[in-house]
């Protein structure tokens, strides 16, 4: 996959509900997703998968042991990402609170009906779940690992000033941030 498809996946996902709550600081995190791709060659065709990641505890990271990323059980197309991503850290610095990502047991089926419905639909039903840490994110077929890890990234990117202030309250990092 080359970085015009990372470019078009990441530029493509949107996220439909998001989680209630953010991750957590001292803990592992379970989150809940709904993925929602369009079908490549049929506008009437939806692809939907359901599983869940673990993110576990923020860890603060040097800049040097960014690039040790991990990103279990993932494809080629999502490691490739986290190695571009580990490439360009100064564009994320957001991550170098450090994250591990796990993709566990996916659920995937396929609705013939357009995007939008089915995202409505699905939308609907998580609602009705009431689980504070599920959401509905819509992206592309091609690439829907992207999608799926530029979620995570910015749930991460939200959580982080809370975690940081949290983490300074408790004292693990002194007044500028640093350990």
């Given at each position: 996959?080359?970085?015009?498809?990372?470019?078009?996946?990441?530029?493509?996902?949107?996220?439909?509900?998001?989680?209630?709550?953010?991750?957590?600081?001292?803990?592992?995190?379970?989150?809940?997703?709904?993925?929602?791709?369009?079908?490549?060659?049929?506008?009437?065709?939806?692809?939907?998968?359901?599983?869940?990641?673990?993110?576990?505890?923020?860890?603060?990271?040097?800049?040097?042991?960014?690039?040790?990323?991990?990103?279990?059980?993932?494809?080629?197309?999502?490691?490739?990402?986290?190695?571009?991503?580990?490439?360009?850290?100064?564009?994320?610095?957001?991550?170098?609170?450090?994250?591990?990502?796990?993709?566990?047991?996916?659920?995937?089926?396929?609705?013939?009906?357009?995007?939008?419905?089915?995202?409505?639909?699905?939308?609907?039903e998580?609602?009705a779940?009431?689980?504070?840490?599920?959401?509905?994110?819509?992206?592309?077929?091609?690439?829907?690992?992207?999608?799926?890890?530029?979620?995570?990234?910015?749930l991460?990117?939200?959580?982080?000033?809370?975690?940081?202030?949290?983490?300074?309250?408790?004292?693990?990092?002194?007044?500028?941030?640093?350990?």
């Open positions: 996959m080359n970085e015009d498809s990372f470019q078009f996946a990441v530029e493509n996902t949107r996220l439909v509900l998001p989680p209630q709550r953010r991750l957590e600081t001292f803990g592992t995190t379970m989150v809940n997703y709904y993925l929602v791709t369009e079908g490549m060659d049929n506008v009437a065709l939806s692809h939907v998968r359901e599983g869940r990641i673990e993110a576990e505890k923020p860890q603060i990271l040097s800049p040097h042991h960014f690039s040790k990323l991990l990103v279990e059980g993932f494809g080629e197309k999502a490691e490739a990402y986290a190695a571009f991503i580990s490439e360009n850290a100064h564009r994320f610095a957001f991550l170098r609170h450090g994250f591990r990502f796990r993709k566990n047991e996916i659920r995937s089926y396929e609705v013939h009906e357009p995007l939008e419905t089915v995202l409505g639909r699905v939308r609907d998580v609602k779940k009431d689980d504070a840490m599920s959401a509905v994110v819509a992206g592309v077929e091609d690439g829907w690992e992207v999608c799926l890890l530029k979620f995570m990234i910015d991460i990117h939200t959580s982080a000033p809370w975690q940081m202030e949290e983490m300074r309250r408790r004292g693990f990092l002194g007044e500028g941030g640093q350990q």
